[in-house]
């Protein structure tokens, strides 16, 4: 039975060409608003009819309110009623207190009546921290733009 000469071939072969890095560079200034923040609990005296259930219909853990970071905003402030901010938005906020300062996800809207206003969804163990605290600062914090992976499939 004759058998085949097996020779390696060379074969040219390019490497494919890296990716471009794409560089993420937040807006130099981002607008900063001044409002009142006040504190709210999941419960029906101070929510509507379905306290776990916030305006885009996100769902409270009724055991997890005090590790979340949610908020609500006043009508003014969200882009359906002609503000800047959507449902979903990431907000950075400073002048409260070093317990509550830092970043929350926009779930929910305050009652009519309030202008301006930023609420903090809080649990029991914050009831204490309930007070009213003017000319807080609030600042969007940018989208980081999707991570773009290192190989392509080829």
Not at 110 to 137: I, P, Q, T
Request: hydrophobic share 40%; charged share 20%; aromatic share 8%.
């Amino acid at each position: 039975m004759p058998t085949a000469h097996l020779a390696p071939r060379v074969a040219a072969v390019k490497p494919a060409p890296a990716p471009e890095a794409v560089a993420y560079h937040p807006p130099k200034k981002l607008p900063t608003y001044h409002v009142t923040a006040t504190v709210y609990m999941a419960v029906a005296g101070q929510t509507d009819d379905e306290p776990f259930v916030t305006a885009d219909n996100s769902r409270i853990s009724p055991h997890q309110t005090h590790k979340s970071r949610w908020a609500a905003l006043s009508r003014d402030l969200l882009k359906h009623w002609g503000g800047p901010f959507n449902y979903g938005d990431s907000v950075r906020i400073s002048g409260i207190s070093p317990q509550l300062d830092g970043v929350y996800i926009i779930h929910d809207t305050m009652a009519r009546r309030h202008k301006h206003c930023f609420d903090v969804l809080v649990g029991a163990k914050e009831a204490h921290l309930s007070d009213m605290w003017h000319n807080v600062r609030l600042t969007p914090v940018p989208a980081r733009p999707a991570p773009q992976p290192e190989w392509q499939a080829g």
